[in-house]
T-cell receptor
């Protein structure tokens, strides 16, 4: 089974609008971390936001917020006030305490911001 | 230190040749990861070092692949007898030892390998 599932291969959003990128995860661990990364066309993976499994509040970092629904095992990324520079691939990732140190990544969502 | 650096950024090689990539992590980071990313996919884990010790290896890492991290600083990834299926972006990442699992990994810009 896939550890991370991103069901939206591509998304479009109008500049200055908000957009939600979906992510569901699969784990039996109690302690884990969820991450979102942005990958522009240059190739570098840029860390955006983190949510811990024991965090009761949704994480926020500037225009990024993470809608964490533990019972549904979802960790959706919300980008508010989209900018042209937000056009990129976005990857959801998970790290588990019990099963090692690696990050598991989804297949990504390509976001295009339309002027 | 401005981040994780990888060298070279691009490599074109003929099938059957050996290639070696280098990664310089953020200096205070003791954890180092290698990932492979093919077109349209997310990064796939290859191997992980804590200091100089290689602690995890993916089943994706065939016998033709070897990674080292002498002295716990930079790391090299070597692919022997390259095949066309090895064409991919090879990403290196590092993270600190602090409070697992909430320590993000910082990635380099990757080495894009093309095997012709």
């Amino acid at each position: 089974a896939q550890k991370i599932t991103q069901t939206q291969p591509g998304m479009f959003v109008q500049e200055k609008e908000a957009v939600t990128l979906d992510c569901t995860y699969d784990t039996s661990d109690q302690s884990y971390g969820l991450f979102w990364y942005k990958q522009p066309s240059s190739g570098e993976m840029i860390f955006l936001i983190y949510q811990g499994s024991y965090d009761e509040q949704n994480a926020t970092e500037g225009r990024y917020s993470l809608n964490f629904q533990k019972a549904r095992k979802s960790a959706n990324l919300v980008i508010s006030a989209s900018q042209l520079g937000d056009s990129a691939m976005y990857f959801c990732a998970m790290r588990e305490v019990d099963t090692g140190n690696q990050f598991y990544f989804g297949t990504g969502t390509s976001l295009t911001v339309i002027p | 230190d401005t981040g994780v650096s990888q060298d070279p950024r691009h490599k074109i090689t003929k099938r059957g040749q050996n290639v070696t990539f280098r990664c310089d992590p953020i200096s205070e980071h003791n954890r180092l990861y290698w990932y492979r990313q093919t077109l349209g996919q997310g990064p796939e884990f290859l191997t992980y070092f804590q200091n100089e010790a290689q602690l995890e290896k993916s089943r994706l890492l065939s016998d033709r692949f070897s990674a080292e991290r002498p002295k716990g600083s930079f790391s090299t990834l070597e692919i022997q007898r390259t095949e066309q299926g090895d064409s991919a972006m090879y990403l290196c990442a590092s993270s600190s030892h602090a409070a697992f699992p909430n320590t993000e990994a910082f990635f380099g810009q990757g080495t894009r390998l093309t095997v012709v």
